[in-house]
């Protein structure tokens, strides 16, 4: 063994040690998702502090399952808005899902397993047309989607004429009320969901396609990408999701409800964003939409945990949305100032 | 991402590693003030009404008892089923001494209210139906008996003759579709009066002045009005008053809402079948009340429908 092997390397080679909170601050700063997590970790942290009935199991399994179904549908939607793209027709579409599943299941006494998977592909064909109509249009999603949420919430009305079609098979129940090791089955589907999409963002050349397609089109369009099938293709994943989620909510309820999706257009477009996914493309990841979401989830929670008048409840949920978003911009400004 | 991968791991597994929640000590038999959470079907003037007779109750108890009886007011911001079960799940995570309910759909909350069952919260219903094969006290009034007195009365001011139309509140909910068909059947006996059109308000004022303004110029015969909610017969109040055809176009509202009885007032309306929301809060309290001391109380607390009138008020 040589000396040189033996002797450490001079101190002014080695980056300084910092404290274990300093270095965890700036491994969180390095990170994309530094400002988001932060946010969740102080609103997590207060929670707990502030409410006794916060950290308990009982309360977690409600809010992994509430996070379930608007998470599955925050998924789909980030996708969409990474691409630049915006879909305001997926809570008409999980509506849609729902209630035909209802249909098939109930009235016409399909098996329920098939029917899901026939609900399924129907949610990825709404998304697919919704795709198909912009991309070969070449109209505006924002636009286009709004009209396509009135055929589909319509058509809903028509096939229920409103009213909840009862007595879904208790087959499928369990995929709503069910648990796993005693984590809800609505969050293992999430979570699967969850690590599907994100390996494919992030390590799989659509998903750098998407990326591209979200930053620059026509600059993607030169490059040979396959732009308006990854659009279609994007839609249809928002669809499909949307579907997922629309089917666990009937085996939830235990009812196909004409309702289900109502609440489902904006919470994901504000979980992505809160999440640092630009509403311009191009930027952010589906990891830190649903954190976005569990944000929202949470904040949802302790408002009921604590009271809070219902008048007052969209000003406090407003308010700290505000500041968790604020939150995430100063530490982006942070980490920029530290790297220039 | 490496850390977003171990941050999403831990926030998953942490929960389900926390300590079970410390057995929440009930109240009931120790003397500490009594917690009783409301949850209407969402945000709306009626409901506050009835939240006022649940704390007039609580009032009361808390002056004759002296334990002290506090009302929690929770309400969904949407009349959604879903939006609901997480209020009412998220009550239980509370522990409250018992919850006072009105079902957005008895059948869509079952799994939630189970689960209230589960944690041994008691629990009582107002203004809906619970569940079959649950014993929980149901206060209310009949939604159809309701929508059938609204409608004879507009039968009976009109003549029994002309076209007359329906503003249905929001078509999902059940107690609304109950009423528009109830209120159908009454003036199907009558062969000389006709729907010629239904309008769908969402629970909206503006949205149903708007739909009854255009009904109105679609149907420039029609000689009355009945509707399914609350908002539903102060919006068609304003159409018909803003249409100058006051005292041509009858109008039989729903309930008590401040705006309907001053409808009722101006000659607009000529009169509104109320289901009492206070009385309802009220009651339901009191029953809420009884289960936490233990005691067995009704299957059925029925609050009665006033016919709101000029004269009356």
Excluded at chain 1, 147 to 173: E, F, S
Excluded at chain 2, 6 to 26: I, K, N, S, V
Aim: aromatic share 6%; with cysteine; charged share 15%.
């Amino acid at each position: 063994m040589s000396l040189e092997t033996t002797v450490p390397a001079a101190p002014s080679q080695q980056p300084p040690k910092l404290p274990p909170l300093k270095a965890l601050v700036s491994r969180l700063a390095g990170n994309p998702l530094g400002g988001v997590i932060a946010a969740l970790v102080i609103i997590f942290g207060a929670s707990c502090a502030l409410s006794p009935h916060f950290l308990t199991t009982f309360n977690m399994m409600i809010i992994a399952r509430a996070l379930a179904f608007i998470g599955l549908v925050t998924i789909g939607q980030s996708v969409l808005m990474i691409l630049g793209e915006l879909d305001l027709s997926v809570g008409a579409i999980g509506g849609l899902a729902g209630v035909v599943g209802g249909i098939l299941m109930v009235q016409l006494g399909l098996n329920p397993w098939l029917s899901l998977v026939l609900c399924l592909l129907m949610g990825a064909g709404c998304g697919l047309l919704n795709g198909a109509l912009i991309t070969q249009l070449r109209l505006h999603s924002l636009v286009l989607t709004i009209g396509m949420a009135g055929v589909y919430g319509g058509a809903n009305l028509v096939a229920t004429k409103g009213v909840a079609i009862t007595g879904v098979p208790r087959d499928i129940t369990f995929l709503g009320r069910g648990l796993v090791m005693g984590v809800p089955v609505p969050f293992v589907v999430l979570l699967v969901c969850l690590a599907i999409v994100a390996f494919v963002m992030l390590r799989t050349p659509v998903g750098r396609y998407i990326y591209a397609i979200g930053s620059n089109p026509d600059a993607a369009r030169m490059l040979g990408i396959r732009v308006n099938a990854i659009r279609m293709g994007a839609f249809a994943l928002a669809g499909f999701l949307s579907a997922l989620a629309g089917i666990l909510m009937v085996a939830r309820l235990g009812t196909a409800q004409p309702s289900i999706g109502d609440t489902w257009v904006l919470g994901p477009i504000a979980a992505a964003v809160i999440g640092g996914v630009a509403t311009t493309g191009g930027i952010g990841s589906p990891i830190g939409a649903v954190l976005g979401a569990v944000i929202i989830g949470i904040i949802e929670d302790i408002i009921v945990l604590f009271g809070i008048s219902p008048y007052w409840q969209s000003v406090v949920s407003g308010g700290i949305v505000v500041l968790a978003i604020s939150f995430d911009a100063l530490a982006r400004r942070y980490l920029n100032r530290d790297a220039v | 991402m490496k850390t977003a991968f171990a941050f999403a791991a831990m926030l998953t597994a942490a929960p389900f590693l926390a300590p079970l929640a410390a057995g929440q000590a009930q109240a009931a038999d120790t003397g500490a003030p009594l917690r009783f959470v409301l949850i209407p079907k969402t945000v709306h003037p009626w409901f506050d009404k009835a939240n006022n007779g649940a704390q007039a109750a609580a009032a009361m108890i808390t002056q004759t008892t002296g334990r002290k009886v506090e009302i929690e007011y929770r309400a969904p911001q949407t009349a959604d089923v879903s939006s609901q079960n997480d209020i009412i799940e998220r009550a239980i995570a509370t522990h409250p001494d018992g919850l006072i309910l009105d079902l957005l759909d008895e059948k869509g909350n079952r799994a939630t209210m189970d689960e209230a069952v589960d944690e041994k919260i008691p629990m009582t219903v107002f203004d809906s139906l619970p569940p079959e094969g649950m014993d929980i006290t149901a206060v209310g009034a009949d939604f159809c008996e309701q929508g059938t007195m609204a409608a004879e009365r507009l039968a009976n001011l009109v003549g029994r003759k002309g076209e007359v139309a329906i503003m249905m509140g929001v078509p999902t909910a059940p107690n609304h579709t109950l009423r528009a068909e109830c209120e159908k059947k009454v003036f199907a006996k009558y062969p000389d009066m006709k729907v010629v059109a239904t309008g769908v308000d969402n629970d909206s004022i503006e949205t149903a002045q708007k739909q009854a303004s255009a009904i109105m110029q679609a149907h420039p015969d029609l000689v009355g009005w009945v509707e399914c909610d609350a908002s539903g017969p102060v919006g068609v109040g304003q159409a018909i008053r803003e249409s100058g055809k006051t005292g041509k176009v009858k109008e039989v509202g729903l309930d008590n809402l401040n705006d309907m009885i001053q409808l009722i007032k101006e000659g607009v309306a000529e009169s509104s079948a109320s289901s009492r929301p206070e009385m309802q809060g009220y009651w339901a309290v009191v029953s809420a009340w009884q289960r936490a001391m233990g005691q067995k109380t009704p299957k059925y607390i029925d609050t009665g429908i006033d016919l709101l009138t000029a004269k009356s008020l």
